[in-house]
């Protein structure tokens, strides 16, 4: 084929869509405030069994604000031979599967695809191992590094006893507890090292696999979360969330569910819904969680921001719940009241991102919908008078994360705009004075 006769408008167009495709596919996954944000699962064999060995599995939540939740992670693997689970600590497997073909006591799991969840927290001594029994929960790595990691032990049989011998696991899943996370294949990676407890002695692992798991939201839902909606003191108007920013009232393709708050024998009906899906309350844009921003006050050298989250799904409760917040004036945030705040630098040296969440026993909790379903907290910010504004929508945020997915923002051209030099108040007072004058000369004249 000739391309020469190809239009040039047309080569124009298959190479926009060629590349449109290969962005979508690569982007999926990245998340551009926390870069190298991923769950990371350590498979270290620490011993040799007559027909196996025993290893220890970490997985560390090296994820910045996105955090498991209950009720908890769930991790299954593929065995690449003909593996069993003799028995676990810290962790169980979820189904024994068939172990027919044992004599005596059998095997913990005979699954060739397993699936293993954490223990409960009061699990008897004997049964845990350090980092477990947690009930699958963990916290994200910017609010808790020590509740970030989780592990279990496992004696696996059949499974050969050497380096040589012993295959590596396949097709990992992380589930945490829904969809989301996408896992790599496990890596043979340099051995663990351990420092014991009296930081003398280093042992190290006899064998080691990494698997890195990451996090797409557009795996994890069907469309979003959350949504933004502002406000300030300079101007009446109240920007809502836009509408069916989460999904539509009524549309049977989406989560469309929904009640009113009083709608009698309420308590009756979120009971009924056993399978814990969303049942949010019935508003134009159908998120279970608001987030509101509103421009406060405006002191000489201040300004004051009131943020307040709302929990509109009648079936969920947020433990733990966490915000990040883009915005330039982070670099000069000068007080909290009542929310915990960190730093972050997804940009190297550019300070525009803060990470929100609430003080423990305090309002750590988020309630589901109703009266007592949102938080609320105001931010001080020092003003720089080189880049400070409430012009152009410069005083709300870029971007809002609520527990690591991105909110629906309002549109910019609807923001609430700052009244310029000629405000009606100004033009109202001249017009008052012009009127005045006019009649001062009329009368005068006659």
């Not at 870069?35 to 040799?48: F, Q, Y």
């Not at 080691?208 to 797409?216: D, F, I």
């Not at 525009?352 to 938080?375: I, S």
């Amino acid at each position: 084929m000739d391309l020469s006769v190809i239009p040039k408008a047309t080569s124009c167009i298959l190479f926009l869509f060629l590349l449109s495709c290969t962005c979508f596919i690569s982007t999926d996954a990245y998340d551009p405030l926390d870069p190298n944000g991923n769950i990371t699962i350590k498979w270290d064999i620490i011993s040799w069994t007559p027909d196996g060995y025993v290893a220890v599995v970490t997985m560390s939540n090296f994820q910045q604000y996105r955090h498991i939740a209950t009720p908890g992670w769930s991790l299954g693997w593929t065995w690449a031979k003909k593996e069993v689970i003799w028995s676990m600590m810290g962790g169980e497997a979820t189904e024994q599967g068939d172990c027919s073909k044992f004599k005596g006591t059998p095997p913990h799991c005979c699954k060739k695809d397993p699936t293993i969840v954490d223990l409960l927290p009061g699990t008897p001594f004997d049964q845990q191992v350090a980092n477990c029994c947690k009930g699958g929960v963990l916290s994200s790595w910017a609010q808790d590094q020590t509740n970030a990691v989780s592990s279990f032990q496992v004696s696996v049989g059949r499974a050969g006893t050497t380096n040589k011998t012993v295959k590596v696991p396949k097709n990992f899943t992380l589930k945490a507890p829904g969809p989301g996370y996408t896992c790599s294949p496990a890596k043979i990676v340099k051995p663990t090292i351990f420092i014991q407890s009296d930081k003398r002695r280093v042992t190290q692992a006899l064998m080691t696999w990494n698997v890195t798991c990451t996090y797409s939201q557009f795996l994890a839902h069907k469309g979003p979360t959350c949504c933004v909606s502002l406000s300030s003191f300079y101007n009446d108007t109240i920007v809502p969330c836009p509408t069916c920013a989460c999904s539509c009232q009524g549309n049977s393709s989406q989560s469309g569910t929904c009640v009113n708050g009083n709608t009698p024998h309420l308590a009756s009906v979120v009971s009924g819904n056993n399978n814990l899906a969303p049942l949010v309350q019935c508003t134009s844009h159908m998120c279970p969680v608001r987030i509101h921003w509103h421009v406060k006050l405006n002191y000489v050298e201040y300004w004051r921001v009131k943020v307040t989250v709302t929990n509109f799904d009648f079936m969920r409760n947020y433990s733990d719940w966490n915000m990040v917040v883009q915005h330039p004036n982070f670099d000069n945030v000068t007080q909290l009241f009542s929310f915990n705040y960190k730093s972050l630098t997804p940009y190297e040296n550019i300070n525009d991102t803060a990470m929100l969440w609430g003080v423990k026993f305090y309002n750590d909790f988020l309630n589901q919908a109703g009266p007592l379903g949102n938080v609320q907290s105001e931010i001080l910010f020092k003003k720089d008078k080189s880049t400070f504004t409430f012009d152009k929508g410069w005083a709300f945020p870029q971007r809002i994360y609520f527990n690591g997915d991105n909110c629906v923002m309002p549109p910019p051209d609807a923001y609430p705009w700052l009244p310029n030099a000629g405000s009606s108040r100004e033009v109202s007072l001249l017009a008052l004075v012009m009127s005045c004058l006019v009649a001062l000369v009329f009368y005068a004249y006659v």
